[in-house]
C-alpha cells in the first residue's frame, strides 16, 4: 500500500475524528427537529401554535436525517467489527429508534388530513415520541458504551452478545439518557424561542433555560460518576499499523481509567471545558433573550458533549463489560488502509457539497415563522 498518500495510523485517526464529526452533525442538526418535537406538547397550546412548530421544522427535517445515514454508513464502512457488534447486539434498542423516527415522516402527513382535535392530538404525541424516545435511547446507548457493552469474540472470530434491552436501562446509562434529552430540547427551545413570536417564544424560552439548566447539573454530575468508574486500558504495546486483531491485546480495568486520556492529551480537556461554556452562555442566553448567541451556544454544547465521550474513551470505540480483551478499538475494528483512504476521497468530495446545500436551504428558510405563514402558504402543514 506504498502508493496511498496517507500511512493506515493517520487514516484511523482521521476516520475516528470523522465519526465525531458526523454524529455530532446529526445531533445539533437533527437534535433541533427532534428537540422541536419533543417539546411540542408543551410550548404550543394551540392548534395554530403547534402547526406553527411543524412548519418550523417541517422544510428541512429530512435532510437533517442525512447525518445520521452518514454516520451509519461511516460506521459499518470504516469499522465493520464496530457496525457487527453495536447493530445486532443493540438490535432491539435500534429498533426502538428506528420506529420511533417513523412516527415523524407519518405525523406530518396525515396530522392535517383530518380536522378533529383529537385526531391531532393523537399525532402530536407521536410526534414527541418520535423527538424524545430516539433522543433518550441514544443517550442510553452512550451511558452503556462507557459502561461496556456484554460481548466477546471466541477464537475464530464469532461475536457473542450476552446482554438484553432491559440490561441497557442501568442508573448512570439512564442519566446519559437524559443529558441527551435535555442538550436536545435546549436546542430545540433555542430554535423555536429565536424563529416564533409572542407567549409561544416566552415559553420555549422557560423550557430551554430548565433544560440548559438541567443538563449542565446533569453532565456534572455524570462526570463525577465517570471520575470514579472502572475504565478500560490496553496493557499491551499497540502496533497503530497492524491488521485488525481485537483478540490481540491485553486489557485491565482501572478505577478511573476513563480519565487517564486527560493527563496523557490535556488538549482534550477542551472538550467537557466547551461543553460546561456552552450550557452556561445557553443559560445567559435564555435568559438574556440572545437568540443567536442561545443557539451557537447550545450547538456548542452539544459538540462538547459528545465529544467528552470520544475523548475519555479513546482508543477505544465499544469495550467489552465481561472479556474485557474483546473491546474494540480504533487500531482493531476498522476497514483496511485501502478501504478507509477510498472513503477518504469520497468523503472530501461529497460532505462539502452537503454542507453547501444544507447552508443554502437554511438561508433559504430563514426568518420567523407566524400565523400569518399558514395562511399564505397552501403547502403549509
Given at each position: 500500500m506504498s502508493s496511498i498518500p496517507l500511512d493506515y495510523e493517520t487514516l484511523r485517526l482521521i476516520w475516528w475524528v470523522l465519526l465525531g464529526v458526523l454524529l455530532i452533525g446529526f445531533a445539533v442538526m437533527g437534535g433541533r427537529d427532534m428537540g422541536v418535537g419533543t417539546l411540542l406538547p408543551f410550548a404550543a397550546k394551540t392548534d395554530e401554535e403547534r402547526r406553527i412548530l411543524l412548519n418550523l421544522i417541517g422544510p428541512t427535517w429530512e435532510g437533517n436525517q442525512v447525518w445520521l445515514v452518514l454516520g451509519g454508513g461511516a460506521i459499518f464502512a470504516a469499522f465493520p467489527p464496530l457496525y457487527a457488534v453495536s447493530f445486532s447486539g443493540f438490535y432491539l434498542a435500534m429498533l426502538v429508534i428506528l420506529l420511533a423516527l417513523i412516527l415523524r415522516p407519518v405525523g406530518f402527513k396525515f396530522r392535517g388530513k383530518i380536522d378533529n382535535p383529537t385526531w391531532r392530538a393523537v399525532w402530536d404525541w407521536c410526534l414527541f415520541i418520535g423527538g424524545f424516545v430516539p433522543a433518550l435511547i441514544m443517550g442510553v446507548a452512550v451511558g452503556n458504551v462507557l459502561l461496556g457493552a456484554p460481548f466477546h469474540f471466541d477464537d475464530t472470530m464469532r461475536i457473542f452478545y450476552t446482554g438484553n434491552f432491559f440490561q441497557l436501562l442501568m442508573p448512570f446509562a439512564l442519566l446519559c439518557?437524559?443529558?441527551?434529552?435535555?442538550?436536545?430540547?435546549?436546542?430545540?427551545?433555542?430554535?423555536?424561542?429565536g424563529r416564533t413570536q409572542g407567549a409561544m417564544a416566552e415559553r420555549a424560552r422557560m423550557f430551554g433555560?430548565?433544560?440548559?439548566?438541567?443538563?449542565?447539573?446533569?453532565?456534572?454530575?455524570?462526570?463525577?460518576?465517570?471520575?470514579?468508574?472502572s475504565g478500560h486500558v490496553v496493557t499491551s504495546v499497540i502496533d497503530p499499523a497492524a491488521p485488525i486483531n481485537p483478540l490481540a491485546k491485553s486489557v485491565e480495568l482501572v478505577q478511573g481509567g476513563w480519565m487517564l486520556n486527560y493527563s496523557k492529551y490535556p488538549w482534550m480537556v477542551i472538550a467537557p471545558i466547551l461543553a460546561f461554556v456552552g450550557l452556561v452562555v445557553a443559560v445567559l442566553g435564555f435568559i438574556g433573550r440572545k437568540h443567536v448567541i442561545t443557539l451557537l451556544a447550545t450547538s456548542a454544547a452539544i459538540f462538547g458533549i459528545i465529544s467528552t465521550a470520544g475523548v475519555s474513551l479513546f482508543p477505544f470505540l465499544l469495550p467489552s463489560s465481561t472479556v474485557p480483551g474483546s473491546g474494540l478499538t480504533l487500531?482493531?475494528?476498522?476497514?483496511?488502509?485501502?478501504?478507509?483512504?477510498?472513503?477518504?476521497?469520497?468523503?472530501?468530495?461529497?460532505?462539502?457539497?452537503?454542507?453547501?446545500?444544507t447552508a443554502w436551504v437554511f438561508r433559504v428558510m430563514r426568518g420567523p415563522v407566524t400565523a400569518d405563514n399558514l395562511t399564505k402558504n397552501p403547502n403549509a402543514y
Open positions: 439518557g437524559l443529558v441527551s434529552v435535555g442538550m436536545i430540547s435546549a436546542q430545540g427551545a433555542a430554535v423555536i424561542a433555560l430548565y433544560a440548559a439548566a438541567g443538563t449542565l447539573v446533569l453532565f456534572a454530575l455524570g462526570g463525577f460518576w465517570v471520575a470514579f468508574m487500531w482493531d475494528a476498522s476497514s483496511s488502509h485501502l478501504t478507509l483512504f477510498i472513503m477518504l476521497v469520497a468523503t472530501v468530495i461529497f460532505l462539502p457539497i452537503i454542507v453547501a446545500y
